[in-house]
């Protein structure tokens, strides 16, 4: 069975930083990219960012560029997002999600989310 | 970005109903459009992607349709599991977007 498990999220103060942790299973983690979605209480779905199945290619939104950064660690089946400059509009469930296919850019898999929060 | 605008935002149904949920784009993206269910509480679920290839497992009463700018998602008869939010997304391009979505209610 796939399954994907966040961590990592928390509480944390305006201007801070937050590494988000995803632990895949189930699947071939180095055949497919991995993307983090996000969703703020009560709003609709915001695609932040995509990891290709080596690494070596990643795509952001707009609104984390140079404050947020997407990596994997093959070997350990393992997504990552790493989040500085922190601000209040960044308040939201996280969600490590797998691609449908090895670049296919649809959301064919999601874990059940890491819940960030930044407040002082 | 391209914008994917949903209509309804929210529609009140019976059980048994025939429901509709269209999707427009702001530009063409030929057919990179997939459909997602939300329930509360739930991490979405893939119900359609290629705007009209339906995913393993999924009941055939979802049926997605369109092309280029405009997409409909189908629901032939609405059974008491589908009450949930949906929502369309493009991956013609970046960055990938989502339709605001819409939520389904039990009339």
């Known amino acids: 069975e796939v399954q994907l498990v966040e961590s990592g999220g928390g509480v944390v103060q305006p201007g801070g930083s937050l590494r988000l942790s995803c632990a895949a299973s189930g699947f071939s983690f180095d055949d497919y990219a991995m993307h983090w979605v996000r969703q703020a209480p009560g709003k609709g779905l915001e695609w932040v960012s995509l990891i290709s199945r080596d690494g070596g290619s990643t795509y952001h939104a707009d609104f984390v560029k140079g404050r947020f950064s997407i990596t994997r660690d093959n070997s350990k089946d393992s997504l990552y997002l790493h989040m500085g400059s922190l601000r209040a509009e960044d308040t939201a469930l996280y969600y490590c999600?797998?691609?449908?296919?090895?670049?296919?850019?649809?959301?064919?898999?999601w874990g059940q989310g890491t819940l960030v929060t930044v407040s002082s | 970005a391209i914008q994917l605008t949903q209509s309804p935002s929210s529609l009140s149904a019976s059980v048994g109903d025939r429901v509709t949920i269209t999707c427009r784009a702001s530009?063409?993206?030929?057919?990179?459009l997939a459909w997602y269910q939300q329930t509360p509480g739930k991490a979405p679920k893939l119900l359609i992607n290629d705007a009209s290839s339906l995913e393993s497992g999924v009941p055939s009463r979802f049926s997605g349709s369109g092309s280029g700018t405009d997409f409909t998602l189908t629901i032939s008869s609405l059974q008491p599991e589908d009450f949930a939010t949906y929502y369309c997304q493009q991956f013609n391009g970046y960055p990938l977007t989502f339709g605001g979505g819409t939520k389904v209610e039990i009339k």
């Open positions: 999600v797998k691609d449908i296919d090895i670049w296919g850019d649809s959301f064919h898999v």
């Open positions: 530009q063409g993206i030929s057919s990179a």
